[in-house]
């Protein structure tokens, strides 16, 4: 048994208290409320417990820690920012994986690791927490029966079973007496019964059961990571792989993208200014190869890391594989210009900026791999969590669904023409309500007098929409998206009258 887990067993109390004290912020903080102004609040507080935790087992944080500290307090903030259920969904997955690492870093040297080895041990870890699903009952039951003053333990098993058996009566006492205090005196009456006119007994269980999650997430998730029975380093695996077979086919790949980027060039950016080939729309241009270029970038993504991985280093190897990426670049810079080919024609969606995303970070993931191809023992894996996660977080804190409704509006005005009901169809039909604000901005002389009374319509019923949604907005679930929506219905009816 290593000396963590002796330390904890051994100061039970406090790492037991530490995890009920984290169960009833978890509970107040997260009920029915994913994302309001306590979920950052909740990170800080967890961040805290863990500083806590460590120090209470002679650890430190580790300099660098500050870098999974930052990510999961920007994702805490940008949750309370939109009302975006896909960013809160993956603010939440990305604030686990955060943390998850965060711990596995500071109980291990994890300096050598690659791709595998991390997910391997996220797995495990996950795992390890299923398996210490007991200890925290286990642990309390062997404190509770132990001696820990010469006293007979018997005497002191009695002793909390007659405490335990007060408790009970005194609960069963209190559903008498209290009822009759209550009618005995009006100003305790008063006192008391505007305090339980707020407590719904039907919410009751989900507390319980929250408050029970998190007590069991926070001990078992330390006690796990304490265990420390991950081995700090990874076995070197054997490269036994044919040099020749991925020289062969590397190199037989790499010459038709080199073909393949040569046309790129030429005719795409070199003869941008010559348009579209015959009889192709913008449409059938973007359609016809991005998707084609972004599978392909992906693929070789893919064939440059297994061919680190499997094969041993060659110069003639090495070469082939920075072609590969060289033409990857090139693929993904005419994978982007198509997109924004079919953005300048069509406008933007939710689906184009997440792609041209997608595209910037697979770009800067592919810088990573040119280098590991000639330093093999580059930290891949962390430097892909850090573009992933700050390219994401500044993705999160951008609100699309704004963006996009300022960009569309803005275009189609530039264009002289006016909003169509399709047009704010699109807009009200998002993923969140982060929209709202510029929507509750549009004039009359903004639409298209033909369409204008149905348009007229579905913002009346978006906005009717929106304030429902916000009606119970308060100091507890308050999200700054919820509250400049509140605020664009209140601006909406000033400007319409409508309701």
Request: proline share 2%; aromatic share 16%; charged share 15%.
């Amino acid at each position: 048994m290593n000396r963590y887990i002796e330390k904890i067993k051994k100061e039970y109390p406090f790492f037991a208290a530490l995890s009920l004290l984290y169960g009833i912020i978890f509970t107040v903080s997260l009920y029915e409320n994913i994302s309001g102004i306590t979920f950052p609040i909740c990170i800080g507080i967890t961040i805290f417990f863990i500083k806590i935790f460590l120090k209470k087992l002679g650890l430190k944080l580790k300099k660098d820690s500050w870098i999974y500290i930052t990510g999961m307090l920007l994702l805490g903030i940008s949750t309370a920012c939109t009302t975006s259920y896909f960013f809160i969904f993956f603010n939440w997955v990305g604030t686990a994986i955060l943390l998850t690492v965060f711990m596995l870093h500071q109980f291990y040297d994890d300096t050598s690791w690659n791709f595998g080895g991390y997910l391997k041990r996220i797995i495990l870890l996950g795992i390890g927490m299923i398996e210490s699903t007991p200890a925290l009952y286990v642990g309390g039951v062997r404190y509770l029966t132990r001696d820990h003053t010469g006293e007979d333990k018997a005497k002191k098993k009695n002793m909390l079973i007659a405490v335990l058996i007060g408790i009970v009566i005194a609960a069963l006492l209190l559903l008498i007496i209290f009822p009759v205090l209550l009618s005995s005196d009006a100003i305790f009456a008063g006192i008391f019964g505007n305090v339980l006119k707020h407590i719904k007994i039907g919410i009751v269980p989900g507390y319980i059961v929250l408050f029970i999650a998190g007590v069991h997430l926070c001990y078992t998730f330390f006690y796990t990571a304490s265990k420390k029975n991950f081995s700090e380093t990874d076995k070197e695996k054997k490269k036994n792989g044919n040099t020749v077979i991925a020289i062969t086919f590397t190199g037989i790949i790499s010459a038709i993208y080199v073909l393949y980027c040569i046309i790129q060039i030429f005719y795409l950016f070199i003869g941008v200014q010559k348009g579209l080939p015959a009889n192709t729309t913008y449409a059938e241009y973007a359609r016809g190869g991005f998707w084609q270029l972004l599978f392909v970038c992906a693929l070789n993504f893919i064939i440059v890391i297994l061919c680190l991985y499997i094969f041993k280093e060659n110069k003639i190897l090495n070469i082939i594989l920075t072609i590969v990426c060289s033409c990857t670049f090139i693929m993904l810079i005419s994978a982007a210009y198509r997109m924004l080919l079919y953005i300048g024609a069509y406008h933007l969606t939710f689906l184009r900026i997440l792609v041209l995303w997608s595209l910037l970070v697979l770009g800067f993931v592919m810088c990573g791999v040119v280098i590991s191809i000639y330093k093999r023992n580059f930290p891949m894996f962390r430097y892909t969590m850090v573009i992933a996660f700050g390219l994401y977080i500044f993705l999160s804190f951008s609100q699309p669904d704004w963006m996009i409704s300022k960009y569309n509006i803005t275009h189609i005005q530039a264009e002289n023409k006016k909003l169509k009901f399709n047009d704010i169809a699109e807009l009200t039909d998002m993923w969140s309500e982060d929209a709202a604000p510029v929507l509750a901005d549009l004039k009359s002389e903004d639409l298209d007098s033909e369409d204008i009374d149905n348009v007229k319509d579905v913002l009346a019923e978006y906005f009717r929409e929106v304030k429902k949604d916000q009606s119970d907005l308060n100091l507890r679930n308050w999200n700054l998206g919820r509250y400049k929506a509140k605020k664009a219905v209140e601006n909406f009816q000033k400007g319409t009258g409508i309701f």
